[in-house]
């Protein structure tokens, strides 16, 4: 038997390392017909605002070579919804249920983290300051160290469990945006969010996003996350939890082997709706053929 | 309920050098499809396309374990799905999406024009079943854009409009000349080219009739998850995989 438990900071541990991520799984409900979502180390649901956002205009989607451009903008219902009848519905899964939470403002992220603080069952939340496709806000506190302390500092001080804070790729240095939220009080931090791309439609020579740019996610991305995984992993004493085009078991161990302490899934689950489980048996494998009894050994196990 | 499923390439019936029927057969049990049901395809050996593609069932054999898809190849996936082997793989993800919706019709029009023909052999064969009078319309620019016509009459009466008049009557559909007799249908479904099904909602509206549209969209997931593929309404923005690809039109902000 392999060990499969993780710790992610803040005295948090998942059954195992793998996770999905924050818009690619909806709310988990939407893959039970595929899944059994409780043998998930845990959900990084759907991004969640103080009040409900249509998001933004159609066409928000352009496939590319080896991934894809989003340019949802947040669509969700609001933390009150989720809260009063999303939620209700998926605590009964065994697995770590973590509300992305987004704002416009910083005094939007503490009203959000003080709700979420309210909510009996969830132990963490993931602090989105990436999100690439929101006019204001959203990536703006996430790509300078100020603001991203600063909305840091103001959800610390507003909620008492775990806070995971995703960072954008779309920095110089990452390594420092990573070392100020760690100042600031986060416990882990979750990476990459995407990358900003465009696509342009030469034939009518329009963008093909309503938003012209968007974030691009996939295996395209993999290398220049993985990257940036080691690099956090080797600046910052907090768990990384490491996300970035994962498509197999053998890209997740390679995220664990860069410093990752868990892994999340994300446009892998548009492809195939069972990837998740079938990366956590991958996994669970590599360990067995390799004689590695717990799977937290492979956690920065990097050869250099 | 939705399953991942693999099946065979067992043939292939073109119906002119873009548009082909593919049919699949499947060792497993085929869950049950609705009429307006689509499964997203994943094509085959081609890194190149990273995303499946969502396309409306045309017909199922649950019995011999088959499904068929009408395609027309108009971009590098669905001209790819057009060039398998027989006995090749494809892996389906299915039944997706919400459905026409039959209840209590007595005489129903089905407006269909281009791709948007495809679940109407599904929903004609319900409609058969429950004894409604089916009035299928089919448009194109020309007789070689009409397909399936044996198929749909075996559901009911079929007529064509084609713009250059080379089958049927010259025009669109919205043209036709049963939209200027006496107009007695109970309900029309649609699916096609978005202006055409605008012009159809439009009609069926100023008749006070309800009319359901099958909506096209670009997609990801095609389960709800992604929220890529949102069409707006009167009750902000939809997500035509899971509360579509069906919808009343008089909900529709199109």
Redesign the interface.
Known sequence: MVDLRVQIGGGLELKNPVTTASGTFGFGQEFTDFIDLDELGGIFVKGLTLKLRQGNDYPRMAETASGMLNAVGLQNKGIDYFIETTYPDIKKYKTEIFPNINGSVVEDYIAVAEKVNEIEGINALELNISCPNVKEGGMAFGVSCPSAIAVTEAVRKAYDGVIIVKLSPNVTDITEIAKGVEGAGADAVSLVNTFLGMAIDYKTRKPVLSTITGGLSGPAIKPIALRMVWQVYNAVKIPVVGMGGIMNAEDAIEFMLAGSSAIQIGTANFIDPQISIKILKGIEDYCKDNNVSAVRDLIGALEV | ????QDFKVLEYSWLNDENYILKLIADDEIPEIKPGNFAEI?VPDS??????RPISVLDVNYEKKTISFYIKAIGKGTRKLGQLNIGQTVNI?YPLGNQFVVQDEKKVLIVGGGSGIAPFVLLGRELQSKDVDVTFLMGGRTKNDIFLTDEFSKYGKVEVTTEDGSRGEKGMVTHHSLFKSEFDFDKVYTCGPDPMMKAVAKIAESKGILCEASLE????????????????THD??KVVC?EGPVFNTKELAW
């Open positions: 309920m939705k399953k991942v994943k890194a190149d396309i990273f995303l499946r993800v969209n670009m997609m990801a997931c095609g389960i709800g998850a992604c929220l890529c593929c949102v069409t707006p902000g923005n899971t």
